[in-house]
Each structure stands twice: as C-alpha cells, then as structure tokens.
C-alpha cells in the first residue's frame, strides 16, 4: 500500500525538526566555546609575556588565529545546516496545511491580481484562499513573479507538454525539491529586488579601462605598507606613512562615488544572488531526462566555470562593496585603496558575464517555479495530467472538482463539450452549485493551460481563451452600478470574440467611466473563447433581462464562442431547441424541514425550486 503524502510530510516534519534541535544544541555549544577559547588565548598570551616567554608567544600568536578563523567557519556552517533543518521542518508543516485547506498563512499573491483580467476575480486565483496560496512553493521573487505570469495565460501546447513531462520528473524526487525550495527560501526577502542589478550591468565601465587607477592600486598600497612597517621597526617618521594615506585617499576619493552610486544598485540583490546560487549549484550537480529540465541546466553552463561559481564571486565582490558602510572600511580604503580593488573586480565580471545573467535568472525562475508545480503535484497524487490536443474547442472531464474544497467534502462530475459555439445552458435552485460548478470548470483549465495536474481522474481538452462575468460589483468612485459593471465586463468577452456592433450596441448609454477601461490584460487573441456566465443580466427586471440574455447567447454562440450560462430563468432553457444549446441543471430534494443538496450535473432543466423553504427556515412566513 502506497505512503499517504500526509504520513510523508508528518515524518520529514518530525525528522527536520529533530535535527534543527540537535544542530541548535551544537551551535551553542560552540559558541561557548569560541568566547571561552579566546578568554583563554587572551590570558595565557599575557602570562606567557609577562613570563618572557617568547617562542610561546610567538607559538600562540601564529597558531592561535588559524584555530579560531576555523571555529569560525565551522561555526557558520552548523548554523546553515540547522537553518536548513528548520526551513525543511517548515516546508513540511505548510504541506500539511494545504493538505487540510488551511491556506490563510500563505501569502496571497495580490499584488498580482488585476481586476480586468478576464477570470482573475471570479476565478480565485489571487486573494485569500486562492489557488495560488495552494500551488506557490517559490523559494525566489522572480518564481514567484512567473508563476504568477503562468496562472495569468494560456501556454502553447508544445510549453504545455514539456512542462508536464518536468514536472511529471521532479514530483516524487522530495528531498530533492525541498532541498531547493530550502536553499532559495534561506536568502529570500521581502526587498530583494535584481532589476537594479542587471540595469547597472549595463552602464559603462568607469574604473577599469583607467590605465592610472589600476597602477595606483598596485603602487601605492606598497609604498604605504612600506613605510609602515619602516615606522614599527626601523623608527621611520610616522608622518611619512600618514602622508602616503593623505595621497591614497586623494586617489581613491575619485572613485568613491562610481562605488557608492554600485552598492547602492546591488545592495538589495546580495542575498538573492546566494538564493540563486545555491539553487543553481543543487541543478548543475543533478541529472535529469526531461528536456526541458536538460535545456535549463545547460544554461547553467559556462566556459571555463560554472553559473554558480561566477555568481558566487559576484556575491563576494558585491559583498565587499556592501563593507564600505563599516568604519573600519575607511581606514582600509586608505591603505590599501579597497574601492579601486573591489570596482576593478566588479567591472571585469560584469564584462565577461553581463550576457549571461539575466539567462540565468530567468532560468532558475523558470525551475522554481517547475519544482513548485512538482510539489502541487506530488502532494496531489489523484490529481491527472490533462492530455492537450490540436483543433476546434474540445474538452472532456471525468470525476470532476474544486482543488480548493476539502477532498472529503468534494462532490465530483462528468462533463463533455465540443465544437465553436456550444453553449451550456445550466440551471438549478439556490445553493445547488451552479457557480462552483462554472468556477470547478475553469479553474481547472487555467491549471491544465499551465502545466499542472487537474483536480479529476481524467481531463482532455483544446487550448481556449477562459473569460467570466460572475462577480460583478459596483463602485462609489466611479459612480457605476453593480449592473453596469456587468455591461462593462460583457463588452469585454464581446471585444474578445471580436463583436463590434454588439460592444457598440451593449455600451451606447453607459456612462463615460465605464468606457475608459476595456483592455482586457494577459488574453491569448489566438485562442478560442470559452466563457462562463453566471446569473447574466441580473441586475436588470426579468422580461429585460431575458430578451437581453437570449439575444446575447445567441450571438456569441453565432460567433463561435462556446461556454456556460448559469440562471434561475427557466425560460432560457426552451433556446435548446436552436442548434448548438444544451441544457443541464443542478436539483435539490426538500426532505420534510430539510434541503438535501445532490451536486450532481444532471442533462435537463431544473425540476426542484428551494428558495421558499429556504426563506421559511431564515424566519419569513411563506403562505
């Protein structure tokens, strides 16, 4: 019997945090014992020179600072390793929690959300409990940034399909993803931002190509050193050494602001850039099959070096600019000329490599954001692959459901559909699951046309161009009507099938706000729509509403468009009779006091109304 994904998670849950605690325990047993070596260090170098003893002087002068540099570096890396065990502990716990529904304490992905887009509000797919807190398990802003691109728009087949033989690879290597998933999220912050890093890639060098700066870094430095060393052991005027600082602070002066101006640029970017090392280092030691996963890695690959070796050393370089901030910088900087140094070493870097960063980082985003499908995936694993397929719209869903309802409240369905410009007509009492049934429908096909798993046993489908109308709402400041908000959304879907009388007809006596906004963000043009329409024209009486329905549904329907069309008017059922109309509903049972939802898609009209024993159990005497 196969291992649960929850029993999975709770044992790498237990395990991680058992190490956490372990190297925890170690970590501050070397902290003891760094302070309590150096008391010790310190004390004996005064008895042994109070005691003229000058070999062990010289002896622990010599020893001592290597032993203590390498409790340093041990020290370090134990403290990685149990951040690493608490990261991993962590990524375990939020699996747990998707697994349960429990998404509150992911982050919601707002900022992504835009309300013209042709199914972000009504599909949940930013926002609270949305279906990218279920998916994201990006260790990088940038992933983060393209999974969020990817749940906007369709993909081509071809992306599709590579995606899913990837994804389909990384699922069931755990400890693989959540090592890499581990590695980004050690360095991610808030802040971290790369744009300014590969804008100043970008400028022109200003420090290198001077002959002057780079044989003043090599010649004065020395001659400061010199006379240094000339004032402690052979008596030199100190002003000889202080004159030599004067000059080299001069010389460096000149460059302190091409330094000042770099950190500025890259200061934010020194943690992401060791996230993307690490991550980068974890893919150019693995192996992979899947093509696409092969094609990203050799990105990674560079003359003579790898990706994460030339990153690290950007790292360093742009850690040793972030130093300049230190006091103890500027003393340096005096002596030994560190900004020369640390620019010369930046500009050369940026020469070599500047064509290939901006490769890498969109190549590690793309693999972050494959390993967080994966991870959708493996924690899934009843969810399908959905088959895709050339030519007109097709789509054929067996045992049906909502990622985003609990597995054991989930009711499942079958649905079949073909051809441009079918149109399903759907109705239903209340509550009876019209709606989740349209937002199951698309939501599934956004994940499908991304390349992640769908919530049913089976999905074949054609690419299309999703577009809804379901949440429709009014606002003050624009002093729009909840009903014109919806003429305004349906002259979106009328833009998008390219009905252009009908947009003018729809929208002639709107008001001027409504007209400012009708670009429609992220839509595939290429593809056919499918639109799902739930209560269309509710805001108006019920004669208008439905003439202006029926005429709408026919049009798009004329127009090739296919979709859905939820409604309580049962009248719009008898247009099955024209070619290419469907009926199907969802019914309830009224069991003495009580109202037994079935969910179920059934072919017809609705048979069984609620809404009266629904108002009676609320208080409102029905006679």
Not at 37 to 62: H, T
Request: a neutral charge; one cysteine or more.
């Amino acid at each position: 019997m196969q291992t649960k994904p929850s029993e999975i998670f709770k044992e790498q849950e237990t395990r991680f945090t058992g190490e956490a605690q372990q190297l925890d325990k170690k970590y501050r047993q070397l902290s003891l014992f760094r302070i309590l070596s150096f008391a010790i260090a310190l004390v004996l170098l005064f008895y042994l020179a109070n005691e003229r003893l000058d070999w062990a002087v010289v002896a622990l002068v010599v020893l001592f600072p290597p032993f203590f540099f390498w409790l340093i570096i041990r020290h370090k890396k134990i403290k990685f390793a149990r951040d690493m065990s608490r990261l991993q502990a962590t990524i375990n716990t939020e699996e747990l929690l998707r697994l349960q529904n429990k998404l509150k304490e992911f982050p919601d992905g707002y900022q992504y959300f835009k309300p013209l887009h042709s199914y972000h509000l009504d599909l949940d797919i930013f926002g609270p409990h949305s279906l990218f807190q279920l998916i994201n398990r990006t260790a990088s802003l940038s992933g983060e940034k393209l999974l969020a691109r990817w749940l906007s728009k369709a993909a081509p087949i071809e992306a599709i399909k590579a995606r899913q033989e990837a994804v389909q690879e990384l699922s069931p290597k755990l400890s693989w993803r959540q090592t890499f998933e581990a590695a980004g999220r050690h360095f991610k912050e808030p802040d971290s931002n790369t744009l300014p890093l590969l804008e100043w890639l970008k400028t022109p060098q200003k420090v290198r190509n001077n002959t002057f700066y780079r044989v003043a870094f090599y010649i004065f430095p020395t001659i400061s050193i010199l006379l240094l060393l000339g004032f402690i052991f052979f008596d030199l005027n100190i002003y000889f050494f202080i004159g030599s600082f004067v000059l080299n602070f001069l010389i460096v002066s000149r460059i302190m602001p091409i330094a000042s101006e770099t950190q500025q640029a890259t200061t934010h970017s020194v943690k992401v850039l060791k996230g993307y090392q690490a991550m980068i280092k974890q893919v150019e030691d693995s192996t992979f099959s899947a093509p696409l996963l092969q094609q990203l890695q050799k990105t990674f690959r560079h003359e003579g070096s790898s990706a994460s070796a030339k990153i690290k050393e950007l790292s360093q370089i742009l850690d040793g600019l972030d130093a300049r901030t230190n006091q103890l910088y500027f003393l340096l900087n005096g002596i030994f000329m560190l900004d020369i140094y640390w620019m010369v070493r930046a500009e050369r870097w940026k020469e070599e490599m500047q064509s290939d960063i901006g490769t890498w980082f969109a190549a590690i985003s793309e693999l972050d954001v494959l390993n967080s499908i994966a991870g959708f995936s493996y924690a899934q694993p009843q969810y399908s692959f959905p088959e895709l397929q050339e030519g007109p719209q097709y789509l054929d869903i067996k045992d049906l459901g909502h990622p985003l309802l609990p597995a054991e409240n989930r009711v499942t369905n079958d649905f079949k559909m073909e051809g441009a410009g079918e149109v399903i007509l759907i109705t239903g009492s209340n509550m009876a699951g019209k709606s989740t049934f349209l937002r199951t429908v698309g939501v599934n096909i956004v994940l499908a046309l991304m390349g992640a798993p769908a919530c049913a046993s089976h999905m074949r489908l054609s690419p299309m161009q999703v577009f809804t109308s379901m949440r429709s709402t009014d606002s003050l400041e624009e002093s729009v009507s909840s009903f014109y908000a919806e003429l305004q959304r349906l002259r979106q879907l009328l833009k998008l099938v390219n009905a252009e009388t009908a947009q003018q007809q729809l929208t002639e006596d709107m008001p001027d706000t409504a007209h400012d906004q009708l670009s429609t963000p992220d839509v595939a043009d290429e593809l056919p729509v499918l639109f799902m329409l739930d209560e269309v024209l509710k805001g108006t009486n019920s004669e208008d509403r439905h003439r202006g329905a029926e005429a709408l549904i026919k049009q798009l329907s004329r127009l090739g468009a296919s979709g859905f069309v939820s409604t309580h008017d049962l009248n719009l059922g008898q247009m099955a009779e024209h070619g290419g109309l469907r009926n199907f509903s969802f019914n309830s049972d009224v069991v003495g006091d009580s109202i037994r939802f079935r969910y179920k898609l059934e072919p017809g009209i609705c048979k069984s109304f609620n809404a009266s024993k629904l108002m009676q159990k609320m208080g409102i005497d029905i006679q």
